[in-house]
């Protein structure tokens, strides 16, 4: 679309005053967007700045209580995500919305299946899933399993199910949180290939370069309205965070070492069979009986995995997701069982419950906050007290020490900067930002000795982020032993002491961070750069 028929048609979305209250908070107020039809429309903010109640108005999750949305020119007003999808708008959430046991098929046509003869017409639906695949260079295999594909294969899928219903507007929810560089890039070439084909995306991320790399306008957020709308090539990052945050863009750099001699944590020939774990006689060479399971054709979630970590360190475990990050720090929280030794100060606690190690000085900050992190429905006091149920402050005898619990919490929302109203707040009311920084001061505050931080920033804004990077910093100068695993490779790269890849469930290379690159570390994670490599 050429620059003088975007300037003659209407725009694709319109948001003017839009406003929106809940109890004791105003989430929205005032916010007054434009999106140019055949755009990649950015949106950016502080976690809790708003981005999130504003999409689910744009998207018919919730109703406005001031202003007026147009779409196309018209007027319109949205009581169900099936009232946007009618009129073009759809939706690719940030954490994925697939039934892993479907195929690729069945999961863009669900809820919208041709029918012959009141039956599903898979030759119909395939036909058209192909042309869209085609169109817009979404490649997919229709038959293929959903759990058998990669991170940058699942998002097409998300994107091609709300192109397979119509949409023309495309609202994108941090789409490349869980991407390496290069399905990065595939993404954004996707992207591209949609917007020349006339498509609108507003595109909601945290990732700054990223944002001014694929987007043709900006509106930045900051506490619930519009603060500026920029030019991208006008704006640098650094620009765009002061706008965001009132500070400079922050960097995950950590300089002098404090790695120490003591080994907090070891791990030995860590091996996990994907068809559950099998008793093997006492003393069997598990390299040996890994190596006799693959010549079974048997498929390894966790293959002789064994490293170190000592006092002072970070050990960042870089792989794209599926390869075993999951199952390691299952393993090691005693979440599932496995083969091999864990040793924490030189104690074996392979066959420890999950409550012992917590109670022996693990700390976990889990990859999914809202599935393992946090009780939603309960208060802020009591999240805080949860997995430490038996240690102080939260335990008085046989009880839950209500008042220590709740003065610690205040404690944690002072020191790690939680925005919230109070103790007594229930979890799901923060935003996604405020929520982790909980997390990661409840962890904290238990005096781990070692720490696992499973995308510790995942989902939060360039402040909380910063705060997050602080926190493990001033950890790691006072001895903690932690496990980063990330998919923001910057991070990776910027705290880590020693680096190892992942990749189907063993580790294959190990690099030093003061001079991999990204792009270099993301061929490792994909195979592209062959492993069992140490620099």
Avoid: C
């Amino acid at each position: 679309m050429g620059a003088d028929t975007l300037a003659a048609a209407q725009p694709a979305v319109e948001l003017e005053g839009i406003t929106k209250r809940f109890p004791g908070v105003v989430a929205n107020h005032d916010i007054h967007i434009t999106v140019q039809p055949g755009t990649v429309h950015a949106i950016v903010g502080e976690n809790g700045a708003g981005k999130s109640t504003l999409m689910k108005i744009l998207y018919g999750m919730q109703k406005p209580d001031e202003g007026t949305i147009r779409v196309n020119g018209a007027e319109v007003g949205f009581r169900t995500p099936s009232d946007a999808i009618g009129v073009g708008i759809g939706m690719v959430h940030q954490h994925f919305m697939l039934a892993d046991n479907f195929t690729v098929l069945e999961n863009i046509v669900l809820g919208a299946e041709p029918t012959k003869g009141g039956m599903l017409n898979a030759a119909m639906a395939r036909r058209r899933i192909n042309e869209l695949a085609e169109t817009h260079g979404l490649r997919v295999d229709p038959d293929k399993l959903v759990e058998d594909l990669g991170v940058g294969d699942r998002q097409r899928v998300e994107i091609l199910k709300v192109l397979y219903r119509g949409a023309r507007i495309l609202i994108l929810d941090e789409p490349t949180a869980v991407l390496v560089p290069q399905e990065v890039e595939e993404l954004f070439d996707n992207l591209r290939e949609l917007k020349a084909e006339g498509l609108t995306v507003i595109f909601i991320s945290h990732k700054l370069d990223e944002v001014l790399s694929i987007a043709d306008a900006i509106t930045v957020i900051r506490r619930g309205t519009t603060v500026a709308s920029v030019n991208p090539r006008e704006v640098n990052a650094r620009q765009l965070a002061e706008l965001m945050v009132g500070s400079e863009l922050p960097t995950p750099e950590t300089r002098e070492s404090t790695v120490r001699d003591t080994v907090t944590l070891r791990v030995s020939g860590l091996t996990m069979e994907a068809d559950g774990y099998r008793p093997v006689p006492k003393g069997t060479d598990l390299r040996v009986y890994a190596d006799k399971l693959r010549q079974e054709g048997k498929r390894l979630l966790l293959d002789d995995v064994t490293f170190d970590i000592h006092a002072g360190e970070i050990l960042g475990i870089a792989g794209v997701e599926g390869n075993g990050q999951t199952e390691l720090i299952e393993a090691i929280m005693g979440l599932r069982q496995a083969h091999g030794r864990i040793l924490l100060d030189e104690q074996d606690i392979s066959q420890w419950s999950t409550l012992k190690r917590r109670e022996s000085g693990i700390g976990y900050v889990p990859e999914d906050r809202h599935r393992q992190g946090l009780l939603l429905e309960a208060s802020l006091w009591e999240n805080r007290v949860l997995g430490h149920q038996t240690r102080k402050p939260a335990r008085s005898g046989i009880w839950v020490n209500r008042r220590a619990s709740k003065a610690d919490t205040e404690r944690i929302i002072k020191d790690y900067d939680v925005r919230t109203p109070g103790v007594d707040t229930l979890a799901l009311a923060l935003s996604g930002g405020n929520q982790q920084k909980l997390i990661v001061g409840r962890e904290m505050s238990g005096e781990p000795k070692f720490l696992i931080a499973a995308h510790p920033t995942r989902g939060v804004d360039v402040g909380a982020q910063a705060a997050i990077w602080d926190h493990l910093r001033e950890a790691r100068t006072a001895g903690l032993a932690v496990l980063l695993i990330s998919a923001d490779l910057d991070e990776l790269i910027g705290l880590s002491d020693t680096l190892q890849v992942i990749y189907r469930g063993r580790l294959v290379a190990q690099l030093d961070p003061s001079d991999v690159t990204p792009e270099r570390l993301g061929g490792y994670m994909t195979g592209a750069i062959a492993g069992n490599e140490e620099t």
